[in-house]
């Protein structure tokens, strides 16, 4: 809830129109609450195909466990032939089965393992590419990690780009 008084108003409103409906039309609103959040659920993982339009290249990740410190670096390339800007996150996790939560920089809050507040991430503009390094101080964290996402936002927030890699394991 954003906090708007009025939007607070119709959300009760809503709620209260639900309380007085009969049980089967109750069923039948659940059941668009479902098929709601299954598409929810689609367009999160829904990302454009931008294959003509950046790609990234270079991918890798270079612990340094005297400092404790680790790095990740790569190139966004841009092919479109036109200027590119937008926001960059880089998200890591622990995979399918790892309990472990994602994390996420620049530090974000994540929706579904995605950044959810395009701003928060780092601004770029390019014309043909730019290197992109990001580093952490959470080594152990790290190192438990199996996957490395890209994601790339519009400055207007639209999707551009998704990109997953495999981290390399000791």
């Known amino acids: 809830v954003s906090g708007d008084n009025e939007s607070d108003v119709s959300i ?9 409906e009969p049980s089967a039309d109750r069923a039948d609103t659940s ?4 098929d709601a959040a299954t598409e929810d659920a689609v367009e ?4 454009p195909d931008t294959s003509n339009v950046a790609t990234i290249e270079n991918f890798k990740t270079s612990p ?14 841009n092919i479109s032939g036109q200027n590119l800007s937008g926001y960059i996150f880089v998200v ?3 995979g399918e089965a790892s309990r472990q939560e994602p994390f996420c920089f620049p530090q974000a809050p994540l929706e ?3 950044p959810s507040q395009f701003k928060k991430g780092r601004l770029f503009d390019i014309s043909h ?3 992109i390094e990001f580093s ?3 080594l152990e964290r790290f190192d438990q990690c199996e996957k490395a996402a890209v994601f790339i936002f519009k400055e207007n927030g639209d999707r551009l780009l998704k990109s997953e890699f495999n981290l390399p394991q000791e």
């Open 92 to 94: 890591l996790h622990g």
């Open 44 to 47: 999160a993982s829904a990302w």
């Open 136 to 138: 952490g101080e959470d």
């Open 31 to 34: 059941a668009d609450k479902k």
């Open 12 to 20: 009760e409103e809503s709620v209260s129109a639900e309380e007085n």
């Open 64 to 77: 340094d466990k005297d400092q404790n410190r680790f790095q990740i670096e790569f190139k966004l390339k």
């Open 129 to 131: 590419f730019k290197n």
């Open 112 to 114: 579904n393992g995605i």
